[in-house]
């Protein structure tokens, strides 16, 4: 049986220092089929389409193409519009590919009745607060027991890092809707899947290296607009995918309950922030970069969803409709 046709597709926006890499695990591929990479490039200024045209002048499977809305579920869609191939893999800049990537993709997706396969988030940074975030990332009190974070056998899951799936059952859900927060797309498309009766596979033999924010300031900026993305599903689509995301919002709401609580006393917030901080201290063995990094992550995230909730929800809902991908 002959390999599908596969097309990776990549949304891009200044991402000069990572996408040599990325591109260069790409086209290491050993896929026996039909390969291409669409790159759909959100306006680039750093530099990031002139390594674009390097690429392309000896890679003839590469095409770069626009993507006027910048956002990446746009850039996703064009991409799949630009392609026939029957099988889409979703790429991201911040990743690089082991070289099997796209054959195990195809292959967990071809197996089993799945409409969408993909493998687990694996950070990986070498030195400085990058690696304490990486290892952070990997720690069940670090973002929570999701299994595609630490999933060891093949299991159908809520959703995958990044993920392959049939362009025909991409294009019929419209593709990732562009939600206000312009995150978690990949979430709300895999829980919509899931709630028309599929499945979504993970299999941990599809291998990548995520590289995760390498500052303070970066990682808070990334878990904010994740809690907000969280928020705008919420809203969509009226339930969590999981109580999972309850967790940051009510470490919040019990610190600011303790810091309301200080002119009476302050023994509620020495009770809740002790327990939090020793609880992660003890639990990540007195690392403490490691513990700040999961400190950023729990508050960041929990303020982010707070945020997303004191949107109106009609408001929400109209952008997300307001926002349908043309065909």
């Known amino acids: 049986m002959s390999s599908p046709p596969v097309c990776v597709i990549l949304p891009v926006l200044d991402e000069y220092d990572a996408i040599d890499a990325c591109l260069g695990s790409l086209r290491a591929q050993e896929y026996d089929g039909r390969l291409a990479v669409i790159v759909a490039d959100g306006g680039s200024t750093d530099g990031t389409l002139d390594r674009l045209d390097a690429w392309t002048a000896d890679w003839p499977a590469l095409e770069v193409i626009p993507n006027p809305d910048r956002v990446q579920s746009a850039g996703l869609w064009l991409a799949a519009l630009a392609t026939d191939a029957e099988i889409l893999i979703r790429a991201d800049a911040h990743t690089t590919y082991a070289v099997d990537y796209v054959g ?17 988030m694996r950070p990986r ?9 990486a290892k952070a990332m ?3 009190l670090g973002v929570g027991p999701a299994k595609f974070h630490s999933e060891r056998s093949r299991a159908f899951v809520d959703t995958v890092y990044l993920g392959a799936f049939r362009r ?11 939600l206000p927060s312009h ?10 899947w899931r709630r028309s009766g599929r499945r979504v596979l993970l299999d941990p033999t599809i291998r990548t290296a995520y590289t995760p924010r390498d500052t303070p300031a970066a990682l808070w900026r990334q878990f904010y607009r994740y809690g907000q993305g969280k928020a705008d599903m919420l809203i969509v689509n009226g339930q969590f995918p999981s109580l999972r995301p309850l967790a940051p919002l009510v470490l919040v709401i019990a610190l600011m309950v303790g810091v309301a609580l200080v002119p009476l006393s302050l023994w509620p917030l020495l009770a809740v922030s002790g327990t939090w901080i020793g609880t992660l201290a003890i639990s990540m063995r007195f690392r403490p970069a490691m ?17 997303g909730f004191f949107r109106r929800p009609a408001s929400v809902r109209a952008a997300v409709r307001e926002n349908v991908h043309p065909e």
């Open 104 to 120: 195990r993709s195809v292959a967990a997706l071809l197996d089993t009745d799945a409409v969408a396969a993909g493998g687990p």
């Open 291 to 307: 513990v700040a990094a999961a400190m950023i992550m729990h508050l960041s995230y929990g303020v982010g969803l707070s945020r």
């Open 168 to 178: 025909a059952h991409f294009l019929e859900a419209g593709g990732m809707r562009t």
């Open 138 to 140: 990997t720690h069940p």
């Open 183 to 192: 995150v978690a797309e990949d979430a709300d498309l895999y829980y919509r």
């Open 125 to 133: 940074a070498v030195g400085g607060f990058g690696a304490a975030v």
